[in-house]
């Protein structure tokens, strides 16, 4: 007998996304959408104007007590304890063998309260990781079913901000926020960040579920006639690669160090204590056994995830992400290559027939969103 197939989770915003015309897949166990009129559309369109997000699929972990902060900076590779009220940072976390359990962002919310956000793949397993790791007092909840999270991203998305009129107030003082920063809301609007994840200028509003289908109709009626409309998951990921941020399951993971990945710079290796420390140390003063690179093949054809990379006469690594990039118009890879044969001539496998691959810099094309 065969198990049950379990039907998909939805969004607050499934009736929006239907009714934009969205193509709805099934993501991590969500339905979502990948693309409304066009991922290559879409994609121009936050390099250009602004295009609006839903990842109401990402978990939301909240931390409070007086343990909370060394409850994080044990969990975290990243400096958490460096944090100020209004701040939000980066980071990886890690297992004790060096391997990215997932990448996250902290929110300082207010003195001993804090925000997590999970990828929503990894939500449940960080939340058991993060129950198991608990320092004395402190509290932890689960409120990712009460959360919905819309992504404004795009050179204009400051001014479609300024245009909310859900957001009133809020969003005419978010729209100078400085990069990595944000205001908490009351009431139904839980924060408003200068964050993102397509290397464009954004913001990400974090509202109650059940206000999510007004603010995504008001961002929409307000920023339309500046260019904003609806993109999908399609172009969130051809836009997050051709700014080479890392995605989870691809780039990153549980086999796959911080150090690996370019990630180096997350890595506070001068904190006497994290899950992994130990590993990375090692792993620091050896040398990684593999690097992220930048590749361009000298063919128009697409390097997928898990396609071989050869060089010196032998398979040395794997792309972990690939695709023709819209915005450059050039067929671009990410691999992770043994550290040994990175820097000789490399090929990639594509239906078995190798394909010369240039290494490049990354990222591919520069991000805006810090200006």
Same mark, same amino acid.
Request: no cysteine; charged share 25%; net charge positive.
């Given at each position: 007998m065969s198990a049950a197939k379990t039907e998909p989770r939805s969004t607050p915003l499934e009736a929006q996304h239907r009714q934009c015309g969205a193509r709805m897949v099934e993501f991590a166990g969500w339905?979502?959408?990948?693309?409304?009129?066009?991922?290559?559309?879409?994609?121009?369109?936050?390099?250009?104007?602004?295009?609006?997000f839903d990842v109401s699929h990402m978990g939301e972990l909240f931390f409070s007590g007086p343990g909370?902060?060394?409850?994080?900076?044990?969990?975290?590779?990243?400096?958490?304890a460096a944090l100020v009220d209004g701040q939000v940072l980066y980071t990886p976390l890690c297992?004790?063998?060096?391997?990215?359990?997932?990448?996250?962002?902290?929110?300082?919310?207010?003195?001993?309260?804090?925000?997590?956000?999970?990828?929503?793949?990894?939500?449940?397993?960080?939340?058991?990781?993060?129950?198991?790791?608990?320092q004395p007092q402190t509290e932890l909840q689960d409120r990712s079913d009460e959360v919905a999270l819309l992504a404004l991203q795009g050179p204009r998305s400051p001014d479609i901000l300024r245009r909310s009129r859900l957001l009133g107030d809020?969003?005419?003082?978010?729209?100078?926020?400085?990069?990595? /920063?944000?205001?908490?809301?009351?009431?139904?609007?839980?924060?408003?960040?200068?964050?993102?994840?397509?290397?464009?200028?954004?913001?990400?509003?974090?509202?109650?579920?059940?206000?999510?289908?007004?603010l995504w109709e008001d961002l929409l009626a307000?920023?339309?006639?500046?260019?904003?409309?609806?993109?999908?998951?399609?172009?969130?990921?051809?836009?997050?690669?051709?700014?080479a941020y890392c995605l989870y399951g691809h780039e990153l993971e549980e086999d796959t160090s911080p150090l690996e990945a370019g990630l180096g710079w997350t890595v506070k290796l001068k904190k006497p204590d994290f899950i992994g420390r130990e590993a990375l140390v090692r792993q620091k003063e050896q040398g990684v056994?593999?690097?992220?690179?930048?590749?361009?093949?000298?063919?128009?054809?697409?390097?997928?995830?898990?396609?071989?990379?050869?060089?010196?006469?032998?398979?040395v690594g794997k792309v972990t992400s690939g695709t023709f990039a819209p915005s450059?118009? /050039?067929?671009?890879?990410?691999?992770?290559?043994?550290?040994?044969?990175?820097?000789?001539?490399?090929?990639?496998?594509?239906?078995?027939?190798?394909?010369?691959?240039?290494r490049v810099a990354l990222p591919f094309h520069a991000p805006s969103a810090q200006a």
């Open positions: 339905s979502m959408p990948i693309q409304y009129d066009g991922l290559i559309k879409e994609h121009e369109r936050v390099r250009r104007a602004a295009g609006l909370a902060l060394t409850t994080l900076d044990r969990l975290a590779t990243n400096d958490v297992n004790p063998r060096g391997g990215v359990r997932d990448d996250v962002l902290v929110y300082r919310m207010d003195g001993n309260r804090f925000m997590m956000v999970v990828n929503a793949a990894n939500t449940a397993k960080i939340l058991a990781w993060s129950r198991e790791h608990l809020l969003g005419e003082r978010a729209a100078t926020l400085p990069y990595y /920063r944000f205001l908490a809301g009351a009431g139904e609007v839980l924060a408003v960040s200068r964050t993102g994840y397509t290397g464009e200028r954004g913001y990400e509003i974090y509202v109650q579920a059940s206000r999510a289908p007004a307000q920023g339309g006639e500046l260019g904003l409309g609806p993109a999908g998951l399609g172009a969130r990921d051809t836009l997050r690669f051709e700014v056994p593999r690097r992220l690179l930048g590749l361009e093949l000298a063919d128009r054809v697409i390097a997928r995830a898990g396609f071989a990379v050869r060089g010196q006469g032998r398979e450059l118009g /050039r067929s671009l890879a990410l691999a992770l290559v043994q550290s040994d044969a990175a820097e000789a001539p490399l090929a990639v496998v594509v239906r078995g027939r190798e394909v010369g691959a240039r």
